[in-house]
């Protein structure tokens, strides 16, 4: 697609529940990143994949946090068994590789989640 | 952990004046990256300087690098209200594969 696409865009969910995040990157770019933001801060890093495998995730906060990229596409953010301190903005982003002197990250519009 | 910090955190100003938003690292990089964020939802690439660039133009943005300071700035001319924003520096750090680190904003507001 012509951009980085994130469903849902809204994602109410209860304490304890667990919730995927969809992130659809550019067609081509092999980088995908997972970013979390809180309100007033910067994104966090989370994770992110080279092709299909995790080149980096040393930003997962717990092992409640889980991220797949099976096709080397479509990734996938699981979060399992919601706390109310998960409650963000989680951003995708790719790029077209990860040497990181192209021309930086497209960005998806997000996904907020409430943990309520 | 956030590597970059931007200064002033937030910044309010009439539309036609200049914007001058700083940004403060802590070690060595490979780049760094001016973002812009309306709402608080997607980030927008602006600007990309490398570390062995000094400084960099793209319309009305001027961007300057000193990594002898560790530090940036974003210059933004003539400001229009659509400028108003949250805007943040990215630095990419070839140690940490690379991947970009945010600092924490600054919030420009311009008013018309």
């Known amino acids: 697609g012509a951009g980085v696409s994130q469903t849902p865009s809204n994602k109410v969910t209860e304490k304890g529940k667990y919730v995927e995040l969809r992130c659809d990157p550019i067609?081509?770019?092999?980088?995908l990143y997972w970013y979390r933001q809180s309100l007033g801060q910067g994104p966090e890093f989370l994770i992110y994949?080279?092709?299909?495998?995790?080149?980096?995730d040393s930003g997962l906060p717990n092992d409640r946090f889980f991220a797949v990229r099976p096709e080397g596409s479509v990734s996938t953010l699981k979060i399992q068994r919601t706390e109310r301190g998960d409650s963000a903005v989680y951003l995708c982003?790719?790029?077209?590789?990860?040497?990181?002197?192209?021309?930086?990250?497209?960005f998806g519009s997000g996904t907020r989640l409430t943990v309520v | 952990s956030q590597q970059g910090e931007e200064d002033p955190q937030a910044l309010s100003i009439q539309e036609g004046e200049n914007a001058t938003m700083n940004c403060s690292y802590k070690?060595?990089?490979?780049?760094l990256q001016w973002y812009r964020q309306n709402s608080g939802r997607g980030l927008v690439h602006l600007i990309l300087i490398r570390s062995n660039e000094r400084e960099k133009h793209s319309g009305r943005l001027r961007v300057t690098l000193d990594t002898s300071k560790k530090s940036s700035s974003l210059l933004i001319t003539a400001s229009r209200a659509a400028d108003t924003a949250s805007y943040f520096c990215a630095t990419a750090n070839k140690a940490a594969g690379n991947k970009l680190t945010f600092g924490g904003g600054t919030r420009v507001l311009v008013k018309p």
């Open positions: 994949f080279q092709g299909t495998g995790a080149a980096d």
């Open positions: 070690t060595s990089i490979n780049n």
């Open positions: 067609s081509g770019h092999t980088a």
């Open positions: 982003a790719s790029s077209l590789d990860s040497s990181g002197q192209g021309n930086g990250y497209t």
